[in-house]
């Protein structure tokens, strides 16, 4: 368990203080995948790294396993990084040396016998699906390809924890979905505890368990994934969730609703039916969701019809598809 004790932390810089950390309060749980969501100088990298104080709080305590990190010793705290591992969005491999080379490193670091990190290297090869590139070098390699490598890295030492800040950031969709199912099957099989840092919902909604909302230091909600996003309670939280351009706030001359689509079967036609079953036509002013493994997930946004008998009409059969939404007016 990791736990946050009112955290702050707080930076001089010659425009004057910067908050980075304010009065963080927050528990992740052993084995959950956790995110921690916000826009850009949010403060979620520096939270995360008190994580393995490479930052150090102003104020407040950092526990794993209900011992305060910050009180123990220099040697304590080198076993306790030992156990975290990070992985980051620009990889940070090394060039100079191939696949078996860079996974083999931290191995090298802990002094572990080079038989003993040759099959660790060997094992974590095939948990990441690199078998076949053992002596390619990171010039070879594709992002994606570089990704999994650099998890294949920061799991060499058996961590407890995994740190991934922004890691998907750089990758295109596809190869998004299949590094997030890498950390999903990692999680599942070798219990790790993942901690998650992005600034995109489609993320968070793939992988994690639990989500921290975070703006300008202040965490400012935190919920299961799907409370989260069924009903966002901070204004950072709905701008995130709802992309700008069908914004509820940029429709207020709209009676609109927010559809939102948690897990139904992607096949089925939602808004096809509700036209057919209530008779009434409905404008459909934005979407914004994907297919994960046959289901659906994700929101859209229409315009109902002025006649109050359609839109209650409307709002029946989606109480009796169990379908969630959200009145904009």
């Known amino acids: 368990m990791i736990r946050f004790d009112n955290v702050s932390k707080k930076f001089n810089t010659k425009s004057g203080e910067v908050v980075a950390a304010n009065h ?5 749980e052993d084995g959950e995948i956790f995110g921690i969501i916000g826009f850009s100088g949010a403060g979620k990298s520096t939270l995360v790294r008190h994580i393995n104080l490479l930052e150090y709080p102003t104020e407040g305590s950092i526990y794993i396993d209900d011992v305060d990190i910050t009180k123990v010793s220099n040697k304590e705290l080198r076993r306790y990084r030992q156990k975290i591992g990070m992985i980051f969005q620009q990889f940070n491999l090394l060039e100079q040396r191939n696949v078996t080379g860079n996974i083999m490193y931290p191995l090298e670091i802990a002094g572990v016998k080079k038989t003993e990190a040759k099959k660790r290297v060997e ?15 990171p010039s070879q390699l594709s992002g994606g390809q570089k990704q999994r490598v650099a998890i294949a890295r920061a799991l060499a030492t058996n961590p407890d924890v995994l740190l991934c800040d922004e890691a998907t950031s750089a990758l295109d969709p596809i190869t998004t979905r299949s590094i997030l199912e890498l950390l999903k099957d990692i999680n599942k099989k070798l219990n790790v505890t993942i901690v998650v840092i992005t600034h995109e919902m489609k993320v968070v909604e793939q992988i994690c368990d639990r989500v921290a909302v975070m703006s300008a230091g202040n965490i400012e909600e935190i919920g299961t994934v799907r409370e989260v996003f069924m009903n966002p309670k901070s204004e950072t939280a709905r701008k995130l969730i709802i992309p700008e351009e069908t914004n509820l706030v940029s429709h207020t001359d709209r009676d609109v609703l927010r559809i939102v689509f948690d897990g139904q079967s992607a096949f089925e036609p939602i808004v096809s039916s509700l036209t057919i079953e209530c008779q009434t036509m409905v404008n459909i002013l934005g979407a914004n969701t994907e297919n994960i493994g046959g289901k659906a997930y994700g ?25 969630h939404y959200e009145r904009g007016r």
Do not use: S, T
Not at 299 to 323: F, T
């Open 24 to 28: 963080v309060n927050l528990q992740i």
């Open 123 to 137: 094992e974590l090869l095939h948990i990441v699906g690199m078998e076949d590139k053992a002596a390619a070098y």
């Open 299 to 323: 929101q859209m946004l229409i315009e109902l019809p002025g006649d109050p008998d359609k839109v209650q009409k409307i709002k029946d059969y989606l109480d009796r598809q169990g379908i």
